[in-house]
């Protein structure tokens, strides 16, 4: 960090040195050859080695004629924030840091061939249904202007090498996570959630925290941006703790959550935090003389403070607190003449004084009062031609008026009151033409209008999607329109954008991730993106291709679904797959990785669940399917097993029309032919078994078979080189099961868990293991094992097999988010995290990459997890060893990061700066170097001297005073055990002064 300091006792001056971009003059042409070679090098990571030389062009062509689209949406300022917001989430996140920075050095570190190839198509992807329903100007190939910059690009890179620090071959894709730990990373688009703090900064909506259907509490985030109807994620490192019912005000540059009810249904404290999205960080906030945590509280936002006051925590209160988050502290409102203890009352902030009205406690009440924080002092307000008393109302400043509405004292109310606090006076709202009663609605005030939505309505209490405008200057009301009807709902979020009314999610027993955008000029609805994952759905087929994780298919909320994803590890980013020549939509299909492509075959589909024998091949290089054919291919079913062999995909058993089978069938891809698998010697007909490759047969075991409803425990091998079966022995086997696991040791198949539904009618908490050398099996230790369960995954990592999710009890709608890895070399059992485990689920999809497992989908939610294994991590600083320079210093682990703002105070002599520490650990010094200005560059001057050596503050003192006309100048860089770091620059400025 560079500072200069001019003579005469003048003020210090900051001097940005400013990088200037890459002087580039891109075409179409030198974009699509760096979009050919990243794609030639994605080829290599799959394992592949074709590329059709015109995917690239054609890949180029479609980004920029969308990109155009989406250039016309923002100013070149917004796109650049976005640019460089999707930039480091792609960095941060990225789970193969090491891959991505081979994709900067094929891309020569150019900023805007970074910006075009790697991230615009990311930005252009998350606003793709709003781009696509837009004309397009005819202006396809205008290359758009350069957002990032060679700082960016520079800070990318030594985030990134912090992360992986030797580039070779063997630690390319080696994981600085330490092991037993999840990350999410950016598989979680947009959480379904209810009863989550939702603000408005002015440019974006902020949605945390809240409640998951399965009644999970949350601490993540997702920041939506209407312009370019896109999501991102909010970093959770130092966010609260898991919450729903959480209060949040919005400061102009933070959000502060405070309260809510933790995991479990217990308070969560007088605890909360705030979030600077500029910063995508979280800093806690003091519990020193805090409120006590409350629900039903209230929180509003004085311009200074966030005054909370009143709600329940076992009893009601009457009492609050005031935040300053300048200075980190709380202070008490005062107690005398507060209102009566109360929740669900409603807070408004007038400029000078924060109003509260309503609630119940006590009583129901139909009261309030103003609070003064100038003077800390309550005074009661009118209740003169008041509302009657009500909780699940809205209340609402106009600007000179505080607007009571709708809510429920007994029945639902349609009614609502206006408050003038000047005049300390109550006036009616109107009843004609108000919408009919709720309460659970929301409010929002656009500057003339306030606008009712949605709620829950007499007298079922069901949610609505119907609402009303109210206009205060002429006490009168116009319907919303209903028309394209926007999705019912009730407990959601809305707010004000300054032209349009969002509303989203739902709450307090269900949750949701679906959002609608109202336009009150035009009086019309419109969907907002849900994020660029697919969405949440159960019995889907997935693959690892060696850079991506592919979904497709699947139950998607009760309807089957031909949608899918591919989800990069190294951008950390999805992509929806082409409809275009899609298979049909179906459900319980089987899907291999052949090397180059996705192979899909069988399931079931509507009409009448007719089981289905085609398939597709999909080409992810090229987002394209090809139909395979279905001459010869085995009958249609689903349940059945399906392998890679290297050469060909093999298909066995299953559940076809309404019996079991003992067919299946062998498919050469590049042949496009089957060949169908002898029955002579197979096992019995089955459905829900397992089955693994061995590299030269296929193992098979347990299920249903196909004569009355009887499970079992045997199997059979099937060797596709002499087209025959051979039995496994069934002495020493579990017990009779089906929707177990399987997984492929290299020497034994392991199988494990399921369920029995003849006597038990549970899951089985046992497994075994067998050896088709010996054709025997042993026992697996019950001690330390994951809980019984049935529709989890289990997948092998070279040392361990990972079993996690599923269902304890069979089809009944309980799921977990534990699991545990088991140890065939030592025979133990060690239990996975759940710290940061992803949402209870079962029938998901679990892949192995390499260095973690990928978890992704269910029935109720499109989020995952990544499941780091094998990292140790010997100092416990929370990065493993292979990327720690001081494995042994808990203090230390990388090279220090550049260092930041360098200021200089009022007074001339005092310097502050950000700690280098965020890539360096707690045990980052400083040093302080000083030059005069008369010499350059630095390195070569006399006068340099170091003012302050090896310390850990973030402040230093230099009372010298320069020589007239001239001035000095300042640098700071960090230092530990690993290495000193830079004094910035480019090319590096470099001095030996100091040590």
């Known amino acids: 960090m560079w500072m200069q300091r001019m003579a005469a006792g003048?003020?210090?001056?900051?001097?940005?040195?400013?990088?200037?971009?890459?002087?580039?003059?891109?075409?179409?042409?030198?974009?699509?050859?760096?979009?050919?070679?990243?794609?030639?090098?994605?080829?290599?990571?799959?394992?592949?080695?074709?590329?059709?030389?015109?995917?690239?062009?054609?890949?180029?062509?479609?980004?920029?004629?969308?990109?155009?689209l989406l250039r016309l949406q923002r100013s070149p300022a917004e796109l650049k924030r976005a640019y460089r917001a999707?930039?480091?989430?792609?960095?941060?996140?990225?789970?193969?840091?090491?891959?991505?920075?081979?994709?900067?050095?094929?891309?020569?570190?150019?900023?805007?061939?970074?910006?075009?190839?790697?991230?615009?198509?990311?930005?252009?992807?998350?606003?793709?249904?709003?781009?696509?329903?837009?004309?397009?100007?005819?202006?396809?190939?205008?290359?758009?202007?350069?957002?990032?910059?060679?700082?960016?690009?520079?800070?990318?890179?030594?985030?990134?090498?912090?992360?992986?620090?030797?580039?070779?071959?063997?630690?390319?894709?080696?994981?600085?996570?330490?092991?037993d730990v999840w990350s999410?990373?950016?598989?979680?688009?947009?959480?379904?959630?209810?009863?989550?703090?939702?603000?408005?900064?002015?440019?974006?909506?902020?949605?945390?925290?809240?409640?998951?259907?399965?009644?999970?509490?949350?601490?993540?985030?997702?920041?939506?941006?209407?312009?370019?109807?896109?999501?991102?994620?909010?970093?959770?490192?130092?966010?609260?703790?898991?919450?729903?019912?959480?209060?949040?005000?919005?400061?102009?540059?933070?959000?502060?959550?405070?309260?809510?009810?933790?995991?479990?249904?217990?308070?969560?404290?007088?605890?909360?935090?705030?979030?600077?999205?500029?910063?995508?960080?979280?800093?806690?906030?003091?519990?020193?003389?805090?409120?006590?945590?409350?629900?039903?509280?209230?929180?509003?936002?004085?311009?200074?403070?966030?005054?909370?006051?009143?709600?329940?925590?076992?009893?009601?209160?009457?009492?609050?607190?005031?935040?300053?988050?300048?200075?980190?502290?709380?202070?008490?409102?005062?107690?005398?003449?507060?209102?009566?203890?109360?929740?669900?009352?409603?807070?408004?902030w007038t400029g000078t004084a924060m109003l509260i009205w309503g609630g119940s406690g006590a009583a129901l009440f139909g009261d309030g009062a103003s609070y003064d924080p100038a003077t800390d002092s309550w005074s009661p307000?009118?209740?003169?031609?008041?509302?009657?008393?009500?909780?699940?109302?809205?209340?609402?400043?106009?600007?000179?008026?505080?607007?009571?509405?709708?809510?429920?004292?007994?029945?639902?109310?349609?009614?609502?009151?206006?408050?003038?606090?000047?005049?300390?006076?109550?006036?009616?709202?109107?009843?004609?033409?108000?919408?009919?009663?709720?309460?659970?609605?929301?409010?929002?005030?656009?500057?003339?209008?306030?606008?009712?939505?949605?709620?829950?309505?007499?007298?079922?209490?069901?949610?609505?999607?119907?609402?009303?405008?109210?206009?205060?200057?002429?006490?009168?009301?116009?319907?919303?329109?209903?028309?394209?009807?926007?999705?019912?709902?009730?407990?959601?979020?809305?707010?004000?954008?300054?032209?349009?009314?969002i509303v989203w999610g739902r709450g307090p027993s269900s949750a949701s991730n679906l959002g609608e955008r109202y336009d009150p000029a035009l009086d019309t609805w419109s969907e907002i993106s849900t994020g660029t994952a697919p969405t949440g759905r159960r019995n889907q087929a997935g693959v690892w291709t060696g850079a991506e994780l592919i979904v497709w298919g699947g139950t998607d909320y009760d309807n089957r679904t031909d949608t899918g994803g591919v989800y990069d590890v190294t951008l950390a980013q999805w992509s929806p797959t082409t409809l275009t020549g899609a298979p049909e939509r179906r459900e319980r299909h089987s899907a291999v990785w052949t090397g180059d492509r996705m192979l899909i075959w069988g399931g079931t589909t509507v009409p009448g669940d007719t089981k289905l024998n085609d398939g597709f091949a999909y080409d992810v290089a090229t987002d394209s399917w090809t139909p395979m054919t279905t001459l010869n291919a085995p009958a249609g079913r689903t349940e059945h097993v399906t392998v890679w062999t290297g050469s060909e995909m093999i298909v066995w058993g299953g559940n076809f029309a309404s019996s079991r089978t003992d067919t299946g069938g062998r498919y050469d891809p590049v042949a496009d032919t089957w060949t169908a698998t002898t029955l002579t010697g197979a096992p019995e007909a089955r459905d829900g078994h397992a089955g693994v490759w061995t590299g030269t047969e296929l193992i098979v075991w347990g299920g249903v078979r196909a004569s009355g409803i009887f499970w079992l425990n045997n199997g059979g091998r099937y060797n596709p080189a002499t087209d025959s079966w051979n039995p496994t022995s069934t002495s020493g086997a579990p017990s009779e099961r089906s929707q177990h696991t399987a997984v492929w040791t290299g020497s034994e198949m392991i199988v494990w868990g399921g369920w029995e539904g003849r006597f038990l009618m549970s899951p089985f908490q046992d497994g075994g293991r067998y050896d088709p050398a010996g054709n025997s099996w042993s026992a697996m230790p019950l001690s330390g094992a994951p809980s019984a369960r049935t529709y989890h995954t289990a997948i092998w990592t070279g040392d361990e097999m990972i079993v996690w999710g599923g269902q304890p009890v069979p089809d009944a709608g309980l799921e977990v988010s534990s699991g545990a890895r088991y140890s065939p070399a030592s025979g133990t059992w060690t239990p996975t995290s759940e710290v940061n485990a992803p949402l209870a689920r079962a029938q998901h999809v679990a892949e192995w990459t390499g260095n973690a497992m990928i978890v992704w989908g269910s029935r109720l939610t499109n989020t995952g997890g990544l499941y780091y294994v094998g990292n140790p991590d010997t100092d416990g600083d929370g990065i493993a060893d292979p990327c720690d320079c001081a494995v042994n210093d808990p203090g230390t682990f990388g090279e220090p990061a550049a260092v930041i703002n360098l200021l200089a105070g009022s007074d001339a002599a005092t310097f502050t700066w950000y700690a280098a520490a965020a890539s360096g650990g707690a045990g980052t010094l400083h040093d302080l170097l000083r030059g005069r200005l008369d010499e350059f560059p630095v390195g070569n001057g006399a006068s340099e001297s170091c003012l302050q050596s090896q310390i850990a503050e973030t402040r230093a003192t230099d009372v010298d005073i320069p020589a007239p006309n001239t001035g000095f100048w300042y640098l700071v860089r960090g230092s530990n055990v690993c290495a000193a770091g830079s004094y910035g620059g480019d090319p590096e400025r470099n001095s030996t002064v100091c040590p």
Not at 139 to 160: I, K
Not at 406 to 411: F, M, T
Not at 481 to 497: D, E, I, L
């Open 86 to 179: 999707e930039y480091r989430r792609m960095v941060q996140e990225s789970l193969f840091p090491g891959r991505l920075l081979e994709l900067h050095d094929i891309l020569e570190n150019d900023p805007y061939l970074i910006q075009e190839i790697l991230v615009a198509p990311a930005l252009v992807k998350r606003a793709g249904r709003r781009l696509s329903t837009e004309a397009a100007p005819a202006a396809p190939f205008e290359l758009p202007e350069q957002g990032l910059s060679t700082r960016d690009v520079l800070e990318a890179r030594r985030l990134l090498e912090s992360r992986t620090p030797l580039l070779t071959t063997e630690s390319i894709d080696e994981s600085c996570i330490p092991d």
């Open 184 to 348: 999410h990373g950016g598989l979680d688009d947009v959480v379904e959630r209810g009863n989550s703090v939702i603000v408005w900064t002015g440019s974006e909506m902020l949605v945390w925290g809240g409640r998951h259907e399965s009644f999970v509490r949350l601490r993540t985030g997702s920041r939506y941006d209407p312009v370019l109807d896109t999501w991102l994620p909010m970093s959770d490192a130092g966010a609260p703790s898991p919450r729903d019912s959480a209060t949040g005000v919005w400061t102009g540059t933070e959000l502060i959550v405070f309260g809510g009810i933790g995991p479990g249904g217990a308070s969560a404290g007088s605890t909360g935090g705030r979030y600077d999205p500029a910063a995508d960080a979280w800093t806690p906030i003091s519990t020193v003389d805090a409120p006590t945590g409350n629900e039903g509280h209230t929180a509003i936002w004085t311009g200074s403070e966030m005054i909370v006051w009143g709600g329940e925590n076992g009893a009601f209160t009457d009492t609050g607190g005031r935040y300053d988050p300048s200075l980190d502290r709380w202070l008490p409102t005062s107690s005398s003449d507060a209102p009566a203890a109360r929740s669900g009352h409603r807070a408004v």
């Open 381 to 501: 307000i009118s209740n003169v031609g008041a509302p009657a008393g009500r909780v699940q109302h809205t209340a609402t400043w106009t600007g000179d008026q505080m607007i009571v509405w709708g809510g429920i004292a007994g029945v639902r109310l349609n009614d609502g009151g206006r408050y003038d606090p000047a005049l300390d006076q109550w006036s009616a709202v109107s009843l004609v033409g108000a919408p009919e009663e709720r309460e659970r609605h929301s409010a929002v005030w656009t500057g003339s209008q306030l606008i009712v939505w949605g709620g829950g309505v007499n007298p079922s209490g069901f949610s609505t999607s119907s609402g009303g405008r109210y206009d205060p200057a002429t006490d009168s009301w116009t319907p919303t329109s209903t028309f394209p009807a926007p999705r019912s709902r009730s407990g959601h979020g809305a707010v004000w954008t300054g032209d349009a009314m």
């Open 10 to 68: 003048a003020l210090a001056l900051l001097a940005w040195g400013t990088i200037q971009a890459t002087d580039s003059k891109h075409s179409l042409q030198s974009l699509t050859a760096a979009r050919y070679a990243v794609e030639l090098r994605y080829q290599q990571y799959r394992g592949g080695n074709e590329l059709p030389t015109d995917a690239a062009r054609q890949q180029v062509e479609a980004h920029l004629q969308r990109s155009y």
